[in-house]
């Protein structure tokens, strides 16, 4: 890569240096050439990486999304208790009840004590936050 920046700088150099000149012309073609490829391959597979890194982000959100149930809600406080399965993204290998607090103070208006639901959470320094949370149909 280095290698090849180097030889476009050079290419250009010789162009503007030798007007026209036949090895001039020739070197800069070629260091052009490489160029175009080296943009080609970078542009190839710089999309390849996001595209990766867009399924293994839709992987991820998919595998984080719980199974849960509504044991307590505390507005005041905005906490949410449930009851939930194993949860492999936080974590949490056996399935248990436990309080969390959620993102949206509104997302505990939209569940009620004994709704079963998924939602996804997150480890934040503030502990476990609910950052989305949706009745189970
Ligand atoms: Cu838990």
Known sequence: MKKTVNLGIAGR?????????????????????E??????????TGALAFAAVLTITAAVAQGASIDGEVKKIDEGAGKI?????PAKSLG?????????????????KQVKVGDKVTFEAEQAASGYTVTRLQKAR
Do not use: D
Request: avoid cysteine.
């Open 81 to 85: 208790t449930l009851r939930h399965g």
């Open 92 to 108: 949490m290998e056996e399935p248990m009840t436990m309080v969390y607090r959620v993102k949206e103070p509104g997302m505990l």
């Open 35 to 44: 160029e175009n490829t080296m943009n080609r391959l970078m542009r190839a």
């Open 13 to 33: 150099a010789v162009h503007s240096g030798s007007a026209g000149g036949m090895n001039g012309h020739f070197t800069v073609k070629r260091a052009t050439e």
